[in-house]
């Protein structure tokens, strides 16, 4: 049995959130959203993404509101009750490893993965998943 593994290019909405374990794991969280299609037709998803140990402290460190970002890691589908009790589900991204993502004129995180600028070094969980990356 195999495991998913999606890569995803965006911009941070919001600086991302910090908490320590009671083992002293650092944990980083943000939201990203990609989008799809164009005009009248284009869907958002929102993703929350997770980082775990150092590469969440230099997440934490180098990241903030605005920034284009490259994630890495396994897909996650949660699904919940809602208030009203409708079934309702959330995107999340287990991350493996990041990067800063490459710059766009316009400051549209969708054309910037079409760049064919590489972004700033990648953060991953341990350096031998590096030879792994398809970039």
């Known amino acids: 049995m195999g495991t998913a593994s999606i890569t995803l290019v965006g911009t941070l909405i919001a600086n991302p959130e910090t908490r320590q374990t009671s083992r002293g794991t650092t944990i980083c969280t943000f939201k990203l959203p990609t989008h799809e299609g164009w005009g009248d037709n284009q869907v958002t998803t929102?993703?929350?993404?997770?980082?775990?140990g150092k590469q969440a402290e230099q997440a934490a460190d180098?990241?903030?509101q605005g920034s284009n970002v490259v994630v890495m890691g396994e897909p996650k589908l949660t699904e919940w009750q809602g208030r009203?009790?409708?079934?309702r589900y959330s995107a999340e991204v287990i991350c493996q490893a990041w990067r800063y993502g490459p710059k766009s004129s316009a400051g549209d995180s969708r054309s910037a993965g079409r760049s064919k600028g590489r972004g700033k070094p990648v953060y991953a969980a341990d350096?031998?998943?590096?030879?792994?990356?398809?970039f």
């Open 46 to 52: 929102w993703w929350r993404c997770t980082l775990f």
């Open 62 to 64: 180098k990241l903030k």
């Open 84 to 87: 009203d009790g409708d079934t």
């Open 127 to 134: 350096e031998a998943s590096l030879e792994d990356l398809p």
